[in-house]
């Protein structure tokens, strides 16, 4: 009962006419100050989440999530077979597989251009599921000439499509009396690779271990075993697990280490927005401790007959508390509507386009939480709530005799 009537009071002090018009803008100002806060929290929590979930999914899909090398390059790793099915059965590994890098030169109709050949097993569905034309089968043999899947903005700029005939060009070639002649490799194209990750579509080109073999001239070896994993966040124990187990001479990579800067530029961006957001949290809750104090300055009357009626000033404490509290949670739930709608289209119809080349991604990608929408509130409640204490303290102090006096 009690705690209703402080709610009683408070809202009607929200809902009255006040005498001074000032106190209602200022109120007002406060619920759009708290909704501008909470609504640009929400957003640029959802780009920094998307932008991480899009690294996730379009580079981890395509990329291993731990790599074992050799510590000091040299003809490569052989027995590679053995290496590769002993971390298969290590914890959290879903599959290792090998892997054959080397640079070519990728020449079409159009022109040419540097690419990165990989070989690889092309069965897995990570890979297949980004298949975007085309068909992966046996790319030992494709209509007489062994098969290529090239990166779809590769594809693009050298002019190919599935179907057509690819000339890569291999540095290890052949020596003559002026020196080393690359050679010329005919390749069909058997498909387009599309992750949505502008770099890995730009550059590279993916065939079998045998044929990138072929075209580096090298014997049976592979320059990486590459690791999928259950949950990718086990990465760095995985790749000190994989390094012990794969001998001396190798050493494990993971996937957070390859991209150390990206990741440290998305939480350090995550931390500077949180900050700089922050601010409009502060700047609401210095109205909100405004439009209170206004508020008792005007109730003054009321304050005093409420405590001559019996009211204890703990409980006139309390009403002041809950109007602030009530400014702010209105102001949450226009910033939490506003925030994730906006969210929600932006991402939809993807409102803001980026460069590709430049961010690796054609837009920004939006992707809110409901976690966030939780922590977002209690801190803007935490953050109004202590804005209201030095207000209805201030109002306990009135004193009834000396305040009816001249009424």
Known sequence: MTRAFESFVAARYLKAKHRQAVISLVTAVSVLGVAAGVMALVIALAINNGFRTSLENSLLGATPHVVVLEKEPSTGISGWREIAAKLG??????????????????????????????????????????????????????????????????????????????????PQGEMTP?????????????????????????????????????????PDVVNAIELKLYDVE????????????????????????????????LRMERAVSLITISLIQLVAALNILTALFMSVMEKRRDIAVLISMGARRAQIARIFVTQGLMIAAAGIV?????????????????WITLDE???????????PRLLDALWISAAALAVAFLATLYPARAATTITPVETLRYE
């Open 234 to 265: 086990q990465a760095p124990e995985v790749a000190r697990a994989a390094e012990a187990a794969a001998g001396p001479e190798l050493g494990a990579t993971n996937w957070m280490e390859q991209n150390r800067q990206l990741l440290n530029a």
């Open 357 to 367: 080349e430049i961010y690796s991604l054609s837009f920004v990608p939006f992707e």
């Open 178 to 218: 002026f020196g080393i002649r690359p050679a010329e490799f005919r390749f069909r194209v058997a498909a387009l690779f599309e992750s949505g990750f502008y770099d890995l579509d730009n550059q590279f080109a993916f065939t079998t271990v045998a044929n990138a073999q072929r075209v580096f001239s090298t």
């Open 89 to 170: 059965h290590l914890p959290g590994v879903r599959e290792a597989s090998p892997a054959l890098y080397g640079k070519v030169m990728a020449s079409g109709p159009m022109q040419s251009a540097e690419a990165t050949l990989k070989g690889m097993p092309l069965t897995s569905p990570e890979f297949l599921a980004h298949i975007r034309q085309g068909r992966v089968g046996d790319l030992a043999d494709v209509r007489g000439l062994p098969g290529v899947v090239l990166g779809s903005q590769l594809a693009r700029r050298i002019g190919m499509r599935p179907g057509d005939v690819v000339r890569l060009l291999s």
């Open 334 to 350: 226009l910033g939490l509507l506003a925030g994730y709608s906006l969210s929600f289209l932006a991402g939809h119809y993807r």
